[in-house]
């Protein structure tokens, strides 16, 4: 009996997922950009990231788990995370994402806005962990290492953080 409703659970899933012309792969991130952008404390920041994502399964998904650290030759920078994402079926918009970010141990501020006011990001390099859950049963953790800071700006159009967001934030950080 068990087996038997494992099956056809499992029928069913496989119809849910594979059903129609669109599945997974057919999945895109469509935009990202920076919404805010505030110093919390020290070594800390809270933000808000709007996140275009176009889904055109017939099903919903979520995402959780999302985190990441930024590097800087090599060495880790900065960490980040933020909290559960649902996205909705047959979809394609926007979505805004609370964030929370720090600054890794060992980085000081002086090197922060020498960054950020040089706006030279050829040696920055990021890793994100994200998991995604589809009818909150079915989940896989997907792990993208190394991604160049400056080509994900570049393919952008650098619209993932402003100069003016750049120059309020070392404003920001020079009044610590």
Do not use: W
């Not at 985190?67 to 920078?77: D, H, R, V």
């Amino acid at each position: 009996m068990k087996k038997a409703f494992l099956h056809i659970l499992a029928l069913v899933l496989t119809v849910l997922i594979t059903g129609g012309c669109t599945g997974p792969k057919d999945i895109r991130v469509t935009s990202c950009s920076i919404v805010s952008l505030a110093p919390s404390g020290l070594r800390a920041l809270d933000g808000v990231i709007s996140l275009g994502i176009k889904n055109p399964m017939g099903m919903s998904f979520s995402i959780s788990d999302f985190s990441g650290c930024i590097k800087n030759q090599g060495s880790e920078f900065a960490y980040f995370g933020a909290g559960k994402l649902p996205v909705a079926r047959k979809s394609d918009r926007s979505y805004n994402i609370p964030c929370k970010g720090g600054i890794s141990d060992g980085v000081g501020l002086m090197q922060i806005i020498n960054l950020l006011g040089k706006r030279d990001f050829s040696r920055m390099t990021m890793d994100i962990q994200v998991r995604i859950k589809i009818l909150g049963i079915i989940g896989k953790t997907l792990r993208f290492n190394d991604i160049s800071i400056s080509d994900l700006l570049e393919k952008n159009g650098y619209a993932l953080i402003s100069d003016e967001d750049i120059d309020l934030l070392i404003q920001n950080l020079e009044q610590i």
